[in-house]
């Protein structure tokens, strides 16, 4: 099979962490040996590279073309228009990528279905190309295209149109399939693909060499995340002044750095938080390795895969109860689910945990469960449908 990975969540250069999942799912796919793949990721376009724009400066580093683990990537860019985008871009990116597509079957590779994520405003894209070249698509939900933008009626109408126009549907977890029905999209269209966990990246590593490397003594937290409000950083750093002793390590960038570090300096608890910025996907177990427990205070998850890649390496979490999460914190072996989303229960959460760690080996060994193997067979087994009855002149699947 000939597949058009389709998305705007995948890295590229400037920003090779960015979307890393789907990249993941997409490159299991591959190794079966049964799919060829190319990948359009649209990048918005912006006109400066200059490191004074922040994270809209990553927009302008994004090669036109790439390779990655032998996969060709397309960037072409789109337009967003500030204060308007939510109505506008996925009209702005559909055009850009329906001439990206052509231009991409035109040089020879000759697609037989196209893997889209994220249902807006990507999904509205995907379908604009399934339509102009007559090829199938099948629609994966990942959080935030689900349990955030139908709260508009405009983006929840076009949401469900393109569920109707895709050959199937999917969810990274069971509470966004649950929320897709709830919708309007017939639950029994919903094809469970959560995400996995590159086992062999994220596993154990020698515990006193990684507690060196990122030079932490005494009990110490890791978070992992976009600094943006929805990740509940700010409540993390709040949560600190009731866990004397406790180091906090974040890694990640975004908008919202400054006023994190200047919290922590208001808190009197700067010498305890450490801005890590940006950490490469391949520092990320030495990482885990070295903090004694995991924190996510988000607001909103699909599936957090760092819950996953944290667990791997054998670094319990305490993660706040929202859509998949207590599908991935199940036992007490994966740590404990916060059961509101402040700083007061976070501390009580983190300290309960702190108090009595699972085993590290056993931690170890329930995220074994997560690895990619099943999803791709699965994911496998939906596209082989997909393109089997396409290539018929059938409707891949169901449309009802």
Known sequence: MKVLCFSTLYPHAGLPSHGVFVENRLRRLVETGAVDAQVIAPVAWFPSSNPAFGQYAHYATA???????GILIHHPRYVIVPK???????SLLARSAVRAAQRVYDSGFHFD???????????VAALAISRALGKPFMMTARGTDINLIPAHSYARKKIVEVAQGAAAVGAVCQA????????????????????????????????????????????????????????GHYLTIEALQSMPGVTLLLAGDGPDKAALSALAEKLGV?????????????????????ADASVLASSREGWANVLLESLACGTPVAATSVWGTP????????????????????????????????????????????????????????????????????????QS
Request: charged share 25%; with cysteine.
């Open 327 to 398: 599908e991935v914190v199940a036992v007490p072996e994966a740590g404990r689910l916060i059961p509101e989303r402040s700083a007061g229960a976070i501390a009580q959460t983190v300290a309960a945990l702190l108090n009595d760690l699972p085993d590290r080996a056993a931690t170890r060994a329930y995220a074994e469960q997560f690895s990619w193997a099943e999803t791709t067979q699965k994911q496998l087994k939906i596209f082989q449908q997909i393109c089997a009855e396409a290539a018929d002149g059938a409707p891949a699947l169901a």
């Open 270 to 290: 700067a010498d305890r938080v450490r801005l890590l910025g940006p950490v490469a996907h391949d520092d990320l177990p030495s990482l885990f390795t070295a």
């Open 113 to 123: 279905m196209i893997d889209a994520h994220y249902f807006y405003p990507d999904g």
């Open 63 to 69: 090669p036109s073309y790439e390779e990655r683990f």
């Open 84 to 90: 308007i985008g939510m109505s506008i871009t996925p």
């Open 176 to 231: 966004l399939a649950d929320e897709m029905a709830a919708i309007g999209i017939p639950k029994h269209r919903i094809e469970g693909l959560r995400n996995g966990v590159d086992l062999d990246l994220f596993q154990p590593q020698d515990r006193a060499q990684a507690r060196k490397r990122w030079e932490v003594t005494g009990k110490t937290l890791v978070s992992v995340g976009g600094l943006i409000e929805r990740k």
